[in-house]
């Protein structure tokens, strides 16, 4: 019964989505989409390996996303105990200091022959911060193939675009916050936050000095950041994969019909929902090269009814980014496992005794 239930707030959901899609629509595949999204609600069974309790602050220190999608996967309807029924095994480590995680795994491969069947193609994993180099051969395998899902932004090669998954920031919660009307806009641009490199702090000093642009040098409340993307025409965001920052309030822009732009000095790899998502069609990539200028030519580029479709795909969007405390159709949660559901028939490597 709750299948069905599930079934019908899904169409009465994407139905309004779609009706618009040739124009704009934020999926890569709108017509495959809704077909594929109802299998995997169908089918899609994960098996996660007993764990023994979890170091407190192995999740929740630097991610709430990843310590709820932790949480809600361990009681979700896509676990099965049977782990011959299952499309891919989930590796849920009660630490991520790499000689815990090495122990865990060296455990499993001995105790389950799951692992071997594959060398964990089939596996997945939660890592804060990516996994880095290591010499381990248990480790060395969990980099190279199995599935890593990791805050949004990732540390420099510590992602791999072809398996690996990016959990976007929590939405802040609009419930009874009134939102001023989007129209007419106050601020042509607006950025939030603190810039920790010479560059973009010099792009942002040029356009903090030009008309209709609202920089902060420092992060607002949320209540008032929200307010001003309702009545900005973009939201400025800065890429830096090196020094990392976990607060990236693209889903909150997109809700807020504020058309993102973001700022990277090299090419971004590692955008949520990449296998959903067509993030051309709803937000402005500009390199750091170009400067405050090229910034503001990107912008001035889009106007007219090329913004509008990109700011209404952006609102269409904004569903994956929210954070549902029940079961909800194209949230977070769920767009994560569609990912996963994706990835069900990943490349297996097999042992070589069994070529």
Known sequence: MAVQLLHLLLLLVFLPLSLAETSSSPYLSPSTFLPDYEKMLKSFKIFAYPTPPKDPAALVEASSAAALLDASLLRSPFLTSDPHRAHLFYLSFPSEEPRSVARFLR????????????????????SIDGLGIESDRNLVELKKNSIQISPFPTAQGRF??????TLPSLMFQLANLPIPSAKPFKFFAFYDGSARSPAISQILNELRGM?????NSWPSDPVSRLRTMSVSRFCLFYYDSDRPR??????????MGCVPVVISGRPILDLPFSDVLRWTDMALFVGLHGGAGEVRRAMNRTCGETYEQMRAAGGKASIHFNWSTGPRPFDLFHTVIYQLWLRRHTIRYGRYNEL
């Open 160 to 165: 791999v675009p072809h398996k690996d998954l």
């Open 246 to 255: 976990r607060d990236l309030a693209i889903g909150d822009a997109l809700a």
């Open 211 to 215: 008309p209709e642009f609202l920089i």
């Open 107 to 126: 455990a499993i491969r001995s105790k389950y022959p799951f692992w071997n069947r594959t060398l964990g193609a089939d596996h997945f994993f939660l």
